[in-house]
């Protein structure tokens, strides 16, 4: 908006000139007509979140929890500063397009035509970006898709948090083949995805080929293994048989076969005798040296083939069969209008509203290259649909993984009620689709809703996060099974052999502390204090025992966050 200096003061005039030259030379700049308001809201207030017990869906025979969060994803992202800092493995997020009319901004629709759309889109992405870094593992990897509408300046909002040194690659996927006609330009068939780390040490995973699709020929050994096939004589440069002073090399010497046995030798003189000459008819060097052949042999690694040059020695070069990604993806499982509208629907069961989701196989294919842990947390605080956790429980049946999902989304137009949540619950439960039935999947999931308690340093105050904080530590420590429930003075949770106190009332140390032997394995223990006490002394006889006072940890993490 544009400033008049006419009727500012010398100091006014001082004070615009002092910003000016503090302002950066590089990077994304940008400006706002308003605040975010949810934003403002978190200056007076604090994140919590509150299960809804009626939408759980539990297997009692396993542990891996998946978590559902409906509210704002400013507010989900800053109570998951305090369960999961530092914890996610990867995050995969589809924000809104920016495209006209398909976001909010401070509960109204931004239009295309609103001279501070990009701005307020920067604004808003910047917000959330801030908090899910803090959220990642030092090796953790971030996924962004987009279009051309705001990749210029998302790519700059990328290299402003994450750093452009820990960018790691962008793909061009083809989603849509049909295309998007625009009049007078190029008809889109295509979207972005915009990789980055969190730092030096976050790196993308190769993606596994099959032997079919490799350019070289790969033959599986009897112990499942993998190998090209590939002649013993040297390629490329410095493979000359004979060497600049007229002499022969050390590794230009004959091998020796039995035509019979097949069996291979250097010392022992076979009737059939291998030279390395190339297709030339030039005396090249083996790969190895004398010594080594007769090991090699012994160990399986070298055989004999005559072929159309010749009798020829060939070694096993075993190799991964997987392979660096390529930044353009054009299988047509990735086509959100194959697989993205019509696998939706038939989750559900029903024709859905929601528009434009994505195929989940693309999404498959970004946390594959992403995060190759059979074991990892994912992320995708913009939910949509819930196309990211039909990814993620598609994955984990392929092989046999127990990647467990958080999964964050506003019930804008019914959303999470209406399409998120059913899909997730069929996915676990198991569903009949069109064609088949589908099998349920191995995940439990906690259903949970964002609400607020008021910021402040009072008792009171204090106390009143204390009690809500029941969830927020149930969250952070993957502990949901209730075992004991003494009224507001304290509850023990269990998942598996670790065990989970929160303490209300110190009066009852005591009576904790005779509990104890009953529980065997780990236990943490959080203890309700107005300060930053240990507690750890009272439970030093006890070697399973970890104590953690609270609120004030959670305090912190919102202090840093909004302060």
Known sequence: MKKSFENYSK???????????????????????????????????????????NREIIDKKNKNYGIFIEGDNFHSLAALNYTHEKKIDFIYIDPPYNTGDDWKYNNNYVNKDDPFRHSQWISFMYNRLKLAKSLLKEDGVICVTIDNNELPR??????????????????????????????????????????????????????????????HKYIQDNKGKWYSPTNLRKTGVDNFGIKKDGTLHHRHYPIYVDPKSKKISTSKKYKIKIFPINEKGE?????????????????GLI??????????????????????????????????????????????????????????????????????KKNAII?????????????????????????????????????AKDDTYPR????????????????GAEMNLKY?????????????????????????????????????????????FSAGEKFTFI?????????????????????????FSLGNDSFQEEFEDFKNVETESFPDPIISVYNRLFN
């Open 11 to 53: 100091e006014e005039l001082i004070l615009e000139i002092e910003k000016l030259y503090k302002r950066k030379k590089y990077g994304l700049v940008w400006e706002t007509k308003n605040n975010e308001e949810v934003v403002e809201l978190c200056k007076k207030n604090i994140p919590i979140l509150k299960e809804e017990k």
């Open 424 to 439: 997730i619950k069929n996915l676990i439960k198991g569903y009949k689709s069109k064609k088949k039935e589908i099998s």
């Open 303 to 372: 055989f004999y083939n005559k072929t159309s040059s010749g009798d020829q020695i060939f070694y096993k070069h075993y190799g991964d069969l997987a392979e660096a990604p390529k930044s353009i993806w054009t299988d047509s499982k990735f086509s959100a209008s194959e697989y993205g509208t019509p696998q939706l629907n038939d989750t559900l069961g029903k024709k859905s509203s929601f528009p434009f989701p994505k195929s989940p196989y693309a999404v498959e294919e970004c946390i594959k290259i992403g995060c190759n």
């Open 379 to 415: 992320l995708d605080f913009f939910a949509g649909s819930g196309t990211t956790a039909q990814a993620v429980i598609n994955l984990n049946k392929k092989d046999n993984g127990s990647r467990s999902l958080i999964i964050c989304t506003n019930n804008e137009k019914n959303i």
């Open 154 to 215: 998302l790519w700059l909002l990328m290299d402003e948090i994450f750093k452009s040194k820990n960018f790691l690659g962008e793909v061009i996927i083809r989603n849509n083949p049909a295309s998007r006609n625009v009049v007078g330009k190029i008809a889109l068939t295509h979207e972005y995805a915009l990789f980055f780390g969190k730092s030096s040490s976050s790196k993308i995973s190769k993606i596994d080929k099959l032997a079919s699709e490799k350019s």
């Open 503 to 527: 303490l209300f009332d110190q009066s009852f140390i005591d009576e904790i502390k005779k509990l104890i032997p009953k529980y065997k394995g780990y236990i943490k223990i959080y203890i």
């Open 448 to 492: 949970f809703t964002t609400s607020f308690v008021e910021r402040g340093e009072t008792d009171k105050k204090k106390f009143s996060l204390a009690q809500n904080s029941t969830d927020l530590i149930c969250i952070k420590e993957n502990s949901f099974k209730l075992e004991v429930a003494n009224k507001d003075k304290y509850k023990i």
């Open 283 to 299: 005396k090249v060097i083996w790969r190895r040296g004398k010594e080594d052949i007769s090991k090699m042999f012994e160990d």
